[in-house]
């Protein structure tokens, strides 16, 4: 993407919900589309272009075979019918945070809102790692809950804090995910992307003594039914 290679792309642009690029190969030359914004999705497609083109795969059909790739949880937009938009990441570790808001923030048209934890009985030094990346990059974080597993859900929380008081970003912290969701919702300004970071496909929420269901799409359209009046 940044220097001459057997693969390359160029003249890329990125769009709110997909990324478009040209691209220049030994086997395929065109322009290309793929419904997942950001720059890692270009690389990730240029793989994918070079695979296929080793294994004789027309220009034709690889162009259509990457404009209908849909990862749930990978940059979704959660239609709101609002004048800001709420993605879906499951970005759980630093480099993967990194990347989403680095390309959110390419064409954010106004405050990137990012609400995210870290999850329990995994990796503690990388909290504080996501806690600075967040709050470099974002205008705005909200520290919450992800899995805590069989770990107290603050605790992890205040892992995180150490990392953004670094930063001096403005923040806050709720610890109930759907709380930090709503809060995320009522308090949205107009042309806000508020990035749901961590759970991504996932639909459920695992405690030290129980799992719960959690569809994060669900709760952004029930929390905005309640907001109207309609739930």
Partial sequence: MTKEADIKAYDIVTHPDSVEF??????????????????FTVYNALGAIGACGLMGVSTEKIASGLSRVSVPGRAEIVETGRDFTVMIDYAHSPDSLENILTTVKGYAPSRVVCLFGCGGDRDRTKRPIMGEIAGRLADFVILTSDNPRSEDPASIIDEIETGIRKTGAEYVKITDRRKAIEYALRNAKPRDIILLAGKGHETYQQFKDKIIHFDEREVVKEILGQIDGCV
């Fill in 22 to 39: 040209s691209v220049k190969s030994p086997w395929v030359s065109g322009r290309i589309i793929v419904n997942i914004p950001g720059r």
